[in-house]
């Protein structure tokens, strides 16, 4: 069989970022969409400056200091207990409702999960969604000190389980992750959790537009990079089928 | 005196980027601000992603991708002439009403651009605007094939006009690029665009907002990379009694 180990993005793919939404709306009510889109769109933007300045900090330290850009630009007041709770959602993400099933049905190969997230906050996470008992790995970028799409992090995964990358299949649902597995050299499954026409359904008005649907068009749509996926998918569930199918 | 040269970041410091409003308003009635937007921050993104992925392309290649992928993203057909004429734009971005009075004030120092864009554009650009009269160098970070904020690219400021970081003034009002040129060891003068009201002012509503109240609050305040600008302007009329300040 061609497909040794499938890896999987955590941020976005298993688990569901969008699920902060409810903590930061109960933190500051009528703030919690704004404050979650711009939160995730400073996250990632972070991971790829401080990569690229060569002043690399662990996720956890760019996911606080991105909630903290967030309310100050927001003008919202802080306060150390409610910054917190909010922070700890992140050890508590939602796993996206297919994710455990289709594990379960994947379990004759190798799994692991490949994240930009450092060490203690993926196992606490994996731990916390009972996805330990069906991970293989739970590899962190940190020992890199680089995140993804550098070519180091994805160098983890044959590093790590030994397999190499064209008998890996790495699934994310993140344009830019795909494309940067895609230029290392691993198989890859992109899931698009936004179609085109839901795309352009979300713009009903183009002068006044929810704070998730500026996220939407700037992080959930196949980027222009000169990199296409092996494969699209739509959901998790799909996983099993292509992976079954995928011959030499 | 310390600062032997003045450096000018192009896009969003000398040159407005909004300025593309208009363009696009016009090739695409009702989606000008939000095709403006959206093709600002996805082209940033590209040139930091593929650094990353050390899959080079230069930044009329990123330029045009970006356009295209937000075009696409809008379900909004595409012209080949239509979109020509949007990217001549980029050859022929308005200044801000305060740069070329600036500059003359500076003229008993070194001026330079150092800038993402290609050597062709930037030339087009800077002679299109008149600042070759005024500039000493217009520098592309072409030749290091990756964009700022490298150290790579801030580093050919000392190799082509030979003056070393701590007697250059890095003038940018990305907040990111004043991060990464601090980070480099410039000194640096950040220009504060959007104050800390005028951004809270922007979120009239939270449910529904203006593309560019996102864009704003995504790019022009400072962000949270461990880093500070040695100096804090409003706009490019402050330069000339800043710099005169600056003693060693």
């Known amino acids: 069989m061609t497909i040794q180990a499938v890896v999987f993005d955590a941020y976005g793919t298993l688990y569901d970022i969008q699920s902060v939404a409810a903590i930061t709306e109960r933190a500051y009510p009528g703030y919690g969409e704004l404050i979650t889109q711009i939160w995730r769109i400073k996250q990632l933007e972070y991971t790829w400056l401080r990569s690229l300045m060569r002043r690399y900090e662990d996720f956890s330290v760019i996911t606080r200091e991105s909630l903290d850009y967030t309310l100050d630009c927001l003008g919202l007041k802080q306060d150390a207990e409610i910054f917190d709770s909010i922070m700890d959602k992140y050890l508590h993400l939602d796993l996206y409702p297919d994710a455990l099933q289709a594990l379960s049905e994947l379990k004759d190969r190798k799994l692991a999960i490949l994240s930009n997230g450092s060490t203690g906050m993926l196992n606490a996470l994996v731990r916390n969604s009972g996805l330990d008992r069906l991970l293989d790995a739970t590899i962190s970028i940190d020992s890199k000190s680089i995140f993804k799409p550098s070519p180091d992090a994805y160098a983890l995964i044959e590093e790590t389980l030994r397999i190499a990358p064209t008998d890996v299949l790495f699934v994310s649902s993140n344009p830019w992750d795909a494309c940067g597995a895609k230029a290392f050299g691993l198989k890859v499954a992109w899931i698009e959790r936004v179609t085109p026409d839901a795309m352009?359904?979300?713009?009903e008005?183009?002068?006044?537009?929810?704070p998730l649907a500026m996220f939407k068009a700037i992080r959930t749509q196949m980027d222009q990079l000169g990199l296409k996926p092996d494969h699209q998918?739509?959901?998790l569930s799909d996983l099993p089928g292509?992976?079954?199918?995928i011959r030499p």
Chains 1, 2 share one sequence.
Do not use: M, Q, Y
Request: no cysteine; net charge positive; proline share 0%.
């Open 233 to 235: 998918i739509s959901g």
């Open 200 to 203: 352009v359904r979300a713009f």
């Open 205 to 210: 008005r183009r002068d006044l537009v929810t």
């Open 242 to 245: 292509l992976v079954a199918g």
